[in-house]
């Protein structure tokens, strides 16, 4: 695979330099705004595409279900390093239907855990359902998500934070909260 990765890449770069894009942009979002979503191989450039926003417009965040895991602070970390150091304005948590880590249980990820060699001394130290983030409802999901940002002491108080749901199929965007 890595060759047909670089491979394409060399062909890439080379259109990019043809069509003079390759031009340096700002790594700070210009619409300072940050999506935080779901990693699910559906979302990949659909969600900017559906919200109206192009490459260097936003800052995109993602993770398995789009969740804040309890003791786990690196969602918050990002988002208030976005709006103190990046000029992030507004954050927008997008979780989609259909997730996967709705669909998930903590036997069917304690069997592949086994089954890829992860040792159950480790298995038997977490709770699976928590250390994975299953959820029970995408839009509870997103509620708890933006509650969590809105609460956290390390958010300034100023920023905007949005709930939103897309189908991952249409696009069609939904307002939670």
Known sequence: MIDS???FNREFVEKRKKDDQCKEISGHARKEVMIFTCMDTRLVGLVEEAMGFRRGEVKVLKNAGNTIREGCDDVIRCVSLGALMMG???VYVVGHKDCGMRKVSPQ???QAMRERGIPQQAIDRIDVKKWAGIIEDEKENVVHVVNKLKNSEYIPKDIVV???LIDPYSGEL????
């Open 5 to 7: 990765i670089l491979g």
């Open 88 to 90: 992030i304005r507004e």
């Open 108 to 110: 069917e990820i304690k």
């Open 162 to 164: 949005h709930g939103l």
């Open 174 to 177: 939904e307002v939670v909260i």
